[in-house]
């Protein structure tokens, strides 16, 4: 399966007529039949369909060609992580469609009353990474972002060349007077969410560095997999075991850097600070199933690096789903100059 870039088109009645006509036909082949009209709720990123059926609501989702891989994840993840996943109706990599039934409660929606559950959910999602792992090549072949640590540091000079991206005034170049910090330590301070200049001239000094982090984090030799990426609360079905979903947001990399997003998800719900032996805990649940083949002062080492270097692999990630002429991305395109702000900031563990 390869991806073709495909302008979505969502508000045209043609395009809607053609996916309703898509789901309803997916549907049909499984036996079951819409009820109703379908509620909508659109992203910059994609668009998705709460569809009524006799058989309670399935979802579909149109993603943007800049996220349209995770149609190609949709479809290869079941056959590696049965279980971890949901098994689609159908999926259309082409096109960055997708069909799935519905999941059941989130462990948002059961709004447990402290983090130790999360022990299990990173055990069984550490799981799925390593027996995704020896597919890595196939899945970037197919069109899944390679974010691996060779990658990243070209990937990150791309990145500091794309002013517009960044938010950068296209004719300053010049450091300011502004700090290279904003108020909440996230390296990110200009009056209109994009880097200020200092912290960019820090980004571009710091890429030596960064590749080093990068060379030594691929040389611990723990196998890339697919890394979710935006795995918080909201991205996990509780019911029936815990199965993962939204992967707009995943790459190929170095399947520590989880940790960033999830951890930090868990302090801002739990009220943690950095380093708070709850996520220290968390962590060395995860790592647990490594220690197989390496010793775990090793693998506390290497997340670190993992969590921090993922911090530029967040703001690809954005740029990726923020790839669209859609008027609303000026709501988020601050997101895509905040991550790679992060890279200066304390990290959770």
């Known amino acids: 399966m390869t991806i073709v870039s495909v302008a979505p088109g969502w508000a045209d009645p043609q395009w809607r007529a053609t996916a309703l006509d898509w789901v309803t036909g997916q549907l049909d ?9 379908v509620e909508a709720r659109q992203r910059p990123w994609s668009l998705v369909w709460r569809v009524p059926t006799d058989a309670g609501p399935y979802w579909f989702k149109a993603n943007n060609p800049g996220t349209a891989y995770e149609a190609v ?28 039934p519905h999941g059941g409660p989130s462990l ?3 709004a447990e009353p402290d983090p ?13 990474q390593r027996t995704v792992a020896p597919r890595a090549d196939e899945l970037v072949a197919l069109g899944v972002p390679d974010q691996r640590p ?7 000079a791309d990145l500091l060349d794309d002013r517009a991206a960044l938010l950068l005034d296209p ?8 700090t290279a910090a904003g ?57 029936d075991g815990y199965r993962f979903f939204d992967w707009g947001d995943a790459s190929v990399a170095h399947p520590f850097g989880t940790l960033l997003v999830t951890l930090r998800s868990v302090a801002h719900t739990y009220s943690l600070p950095e380093g708070d032996p709850v996520l220290l805990r968390l962590r ?44 609303t991305r000026a709501e988020y395109a601050d997101a895509v100059p905040g991550w790679l702000g992060e890279l200066f900031a304390p990290m959770p563990v």
């Open 284 to 327: 060395d649940a995860y790592l647990e199933a490594w220690t197989d083949r390496h010793d775990r002062p090793a693998l506390r080492e290497a997340a670190g690096l993992a969590v921090r270097v993922t911090t530029v692999s967040r703001a690809l990630s954005w740029r990726r789903a923020l790839a669209t002429t859609d008027p």
């Open 73 to 100: 994840l949709l479809a290869e993840l079941p056959r590696s992580a049965p279980g971890r996943v949901l098994d689609p109706v159908a999926v259309d990599p082409a096109r960055g469609w997708s069909l799935l």
């Open 183 to 239: 108020d909440d330590g996230d390296g990110a301070g200009s009056d209109d969410g994009g880097l200020d200049a200092a912290t960019y001239e820090r980004l571009r000094a710091y890429q030596p560095r960064f590749a080093e982090d990068c060379g030594r984090l691929a040389d611990t030799g723990i196998p890339a997999s697919v890394q979710h990426d935006d795995l918080h609360d909201g991205n996990v079905f509780a019911a």
């Open 150 to 156: 060779a990658a990243l540091p070209a990937l990150l």
């Open 29 to 37: 082949r499984h036996g079951r039949r819409v009820t109703g009209p």
């Open 171 to 178: 004719g300053h170049d010049a450091p300011d007077t502004r």
């Open 108 to 110: 948002r929606d059961l």
């Open 116 to 128: 130790a559950r999360w022990a299990d959910v990173l055990v069984a999602y550490a799981d799925l």
